[in-house]
């Protein structure tokens, strides 16, 4: 994984979202998006930049919702 990778929250979901900017690298873009939307190579590089890079920070967004609610279900169980 490039710089500025993360795993995505624990459960092994296979997406490695950037941790800090987007647009670093288009192959890590393309690898998240077609990873969670299951496009086509073409299909994501045929996006302008800005729409790719939004993409993007909805699955960080998403991501760490995500985490979140699974912190918030563990702190309630005790």
Known sequence: MGPGFSPAPERGVGIYLLAGSVGTDILEEVHVIASKYHWGRD???????????????????????????IEEARKSRG
């Open 43 to 69: 299909e994501i590089l045929d996006l302008p930049n800005w729409e790719r890079a939004a993409y993007i920070n909805k699955l960080i967004r998403d991501a760490r919702e995500e985490q979140r609610l």
